[in-house]
T-cell receptor, first 114, second 111 residues
Framework: DTAVSQTPKYLVTQMGNDKSIKCEQN?????MYWYKQDSKKFLKIMFS???????INETVPNRFSPKSPDKAHLNLHINSLELGDSAVYFC?????????????FGSGTQLSVL | QKEVEQNSGPLSVPEGAIASLNCTYSDRGSQSFFWYRQYSGKSPELIMS????GDKEDGRFTAQLNKASQYVSLLIRDSQPSDSATYLC???????????FGTGTRLTVIP
């Protein structure tokens, strides 16, 4: 079974559309994250939830809205997509927040905005 | 100034050589340091973590940390073509929930 799974793997859409990416982890971890990786491979934190509570909200346009219905799921909804939103979005989890444990990454969602 | 900086490369080494990857960070209070490997089109995976000054060895990999100089490095001995990937340095500050990543160094091992 995949530890951190996110869907879809590829997402191609037009500017102005609204889309969602879903993420689920079956590791029993308390903390989940969304990272954005641009074309230069820079991996930047967007959001982090600990037990459904938002603990990190970096400077991200408010068109991006995370939702955590339970600690095993963290979804990302994006409104009014723009060209600059094209990137790979990675979901990740860790056993607890702020710890020294490693991050477990999902396989990524390649978002292309046309 | 970025929190974590790496030379983006590409770094090319012949098979069997030692590959040396470097990383500097800005937060002097940082406590935890990680190296992730990312193959093209794949997700990052942790290969090394280091928390105290000095060297930490795991197989062909050695992580080196110097907190006074605020740098962390990764040495790969006997480099193999399968080591060709982007290596991401990540740093967690004191009391921080966030893990800051560098832009990664692309390594190519030439057979």
């Amino acid at each position: 079974d995949t530890a951190v799974s996110q869907t879809p793997k590829y997402l191609v859409t037009q500017m102005g559309n609204d889309k969602s990416i879903k993420c689920e982890q079956n590791l029993g971890h308390d903390t989940m994250y969304w990272y954005k990786q641009d074309s230069k491979k820079f991996l930047k934190i967007m959001f982090s939830y600990n037990n459904k509570e938002l603990i990190i909200n970096e400077t991200v346009p408010n068109r991006f809205s995370p939702k955590s219905p339970d600690k095993a799921h963290l979804n990302l909804h994006i409104n009014s997509l723009e060209l600059g939103d094209s990137a790979v979005y990675f979901c990740a989890s860790s056993p607890r927040r702020g710890g020294s444990e490693k991050l477990f990454f999902g396989s990524g969602t390649q978002l292309s905005v046309l | 100034q970025k929190e974590v900086e790496q030379n983006s490369g590409p770094l090319s080494v012949p098979e069997g050589a030692i590959a040396s990857l470097n990383c500097t960070y800005s937060d002097r209070g940082s406590q935890s340091f990680f190296w992730y490997r990312q193959y093209s089109g794949k997700s990052p995976e942790l290969i090394m973590s280091i928390y105290s000054n000095g060297d930490k060895e795991d197989g062909r990999f050695t992580a080196q940390l110097n907190k006074a100089s605020q740098y962390v490095s990764l040495l790969i001995r006997d480099s193999q073509p399968s080591d060709s990937a982007t290596y991401l340095c990540a740093v967690r500050g004191a009391g921080a929930n966030n893990l800051f990543f560098g832009t990664g160094t692309r390594l190519t091992v030439i057979p």
